[in-house]
């Protein structure tokens, strides 16, 4: 069976997108799994799927690389945005996309009748431990634990799924190493994504990411998200101000307040067919 795919991507956060509204597809997991490999694949950071949905416009599962499926992905959502209002099934700049972490509000920019950025209400970042889940008592912002085989200031955040930050600087990091311990550190029952970030200006935050199930990525959305919130309840970066994320793959625009904004590009590489 041949199907026609995307390859779209969010700051150099690149996946394969499959519009699966009409004919849904079996083992996304498996197809996001052969797929994304670089070599003997599409390549990508995981498959995302627009399917049908009974609560908002449509709704996107999106698997990671290793064919695990996540809950959320602010950059993979603001592609899908991008998708459903360039063809035309969406034809609002307003739009409701729902995920495994609730429905989330789009606001779409275009130009010339395509989209070219789009700003996600990502809903409110949560220090709970029991929501990402971490197994350790209370609020862990700015606690030193011991994890990863050392011991490390680490603020604990949920943005639908679980993320760690550490302040540091991410260009000294072995991330290839110390990212997997943090991933599969037993603290963190369901793994966990990991930021290393440096404040370098007023509300200006540069950052690097192990992802849960992918490995280092270009861009992460969530956490882009996690990293400001981290920042604000560190005292680092002011909630209600525009904060500016410096990601490889580019520069995502985060303001943390009640509920937790994000900004950024959405960019179509190219179309194509592929046998599944």
Not at 163 to 168: A, D, E, P, R, S
Not at 170 to 192: H, M, Q, S, T
Request: negative net charge; hydrophobic residues 40%.
């Amino acid at each position: 069976m041949r199907r026609q795919f995307l390859k779209m991507h969010g700051a150099g956060n690149d996946y394969i997108y499959f519009d699966c509204l009409r004919e849904q597809i079996a083992d996304m997991g498996g197809v996001a799994r052969r797929l994304s490999d670089r070599h003997k694949g599409i390549g990508g950071d995981g498959a995302v799927f627009i399917c049908p949905s009974e609560v908002a416009d449509a709704r996107m599962r999106m698997f990671n690389a290793d064919g695990s499926e996540g809950n959320m992905c602010g950059n993979a959502i603001r592609c899908v945005g991008k998708y459903l209002f360039d063809s035309g099934i969406v034809p609002r700049e307003q739009m409701r996309i729902e995920t495994k972490s609730g429905v989330k509000h789009l606001h779409c920019f275009a130009e010339e009748g395509k989209v070219k950025a789009v700003r996600v209400d990502m809903g409110p970042a949560s220090f709970d431990p029991r929501s990402l889940p971490v197994l350790l008592e209370g609020e862990v912002v700015d606690r030193t634990v011991p994890i990863a085989g050392g011991s490390y200031a680490v603020t604990c955040v949920s943005m639908g799924n679980p993320h760690c930050v550490l302040f540091t600087d991410p260009d000294a990091v072995d991330i290839e190493a110390l990212g997997p311990k943090f991933e599969n550190d037993p603290l963190f029952p369901e793994r966990v994504n990991t930021e290393f970030v440096q404040l370098t200006g007023k509300n200006a935050l540069k950052m690097r990411v192990w992802e849960r199930g992918s490995g280092e990525t270009m861009a992460c959305g969530t956490g882009a998200c996690a990293a400001a919130a981290a920042a604000c309840a560190c005292g680092l970066c002011d909630k209600n101000e525009d904060i500016a994320v410096q990601l490889r793959g580019g520069t995502l625009t985060i303001r943390v307040g009640e509920t937790v904004y994000m900004t950024g590009e959405a960019v179509l590489v190219f179309t194509g067919e592929v046998e599944l």
